[in-house]
């Protein structure tokens, strides 16, 4: 029987597809019992982790579909490592809630955001899991710690308000995922960002540590 690398945080059981995780989850910068924190399960989407992935390392959908107003170029913030990815994001949503957030891509399949909503922080983590071949399902663990003197009401006040602005952005998102196509030699200098995300994920480690007790 092979049994895969597991720890649990921040309320989830998290499995590594190998023999030794390449990475370790990582922390937020609070305690748990200084925050209020939610947990959510999706239904399945019919799409690839790491596809869901390369719609948010696609810089140029923060403008179109989400019509983010952006104080700088995220592209120039770029960060690429062996085992994650990522950008800085502060922008405007929609003349509404300004985002100043830390986002990064951890293996291919975890989505990680750290910063401030409105001058507010909070995190929003969304691991996929993988249910089938060609299929995904978000798991979003989101939070935020609670002020000097604030009350556990307030505090999910401002969660509603966090949950609002992040679903909006997944709202449009979904309807576009299903229909991403990606061929070689079509992309841009505009899609720089996901270029190297696409070189990224075809660079990263495949195994199969329990093929031998799969039937």
Same mark, same amino acid.
């Given at each position: 029987m092979f049994r895969f690398p597991a720890v649990e945080r921040h309320g989830i059981v998290w499995a590594f597809n190998g023999e030794e995780p390449l990475f370790d989850i990582p922390h937020l910068p609070y305690p748990e019992e200084e925050m209020v924190v939610r947990r959510t399960v999706l239904k399945e989407m019919p799409v690839e982790p790491w596809l869901v992935? +390369?719609?948010?390392? =696609?810089l140029q959908h923060?403008?179109?579909?989400?019509d983010f107003t952006l104080d700088e170029d995220p592209n120039d913030s770029v960060r690429v490592g062996p085992y994650s990815v990522g950008f800085d994001l502060r922008a405007r949503l929609r003349g509404?809630?300004?985002?100043?957030v830390r986002v990064d891509i951890h293996g291919t399949n975890i989505f990680w955001q750290t910063g401030?909503?409105?001058?507010?922080?909070?995190?929003?983590?969304?691991p996929?899991?993988?249910?089938?071949?060609g299929r995904s399902r978000a798991t979003f663990v989101y939070g +935020?710690?609670?002020? =000097?003197?604030?009350?556990?009401?307030?505090?999910?006040?401002?969660?509603?308000r966090a949950r609002t602005a992040m679903m909006a952005l997944f709202d449009d998102d979904t309807p576009v995922l299903g229909t991403i196509r990606f061929r070689p030699g079509l992309l841009t200098h505009s899609d720089r960002t996901l270029a190297r995300y696409l070189e990224y994920v075809r660079k990263y480690p495949r195994d199969n540590p329990a093929r031998a007790f799969l039937t």
């Open positions: 992935q +390369a719609h948010t390392m =696609d923060l403008s179109l579909p989400h509404g809630p300004h985002f100043d401030t909503l409105d001058g507010r922080w909070f995190f929003w983590i969304a996929l899991a993988i249910p089938g071949p +935020a710690r609670r002020e =000097d003197g604030e009350d556990t009401a307030a505090t999910e006040a401002f969660l509603d």
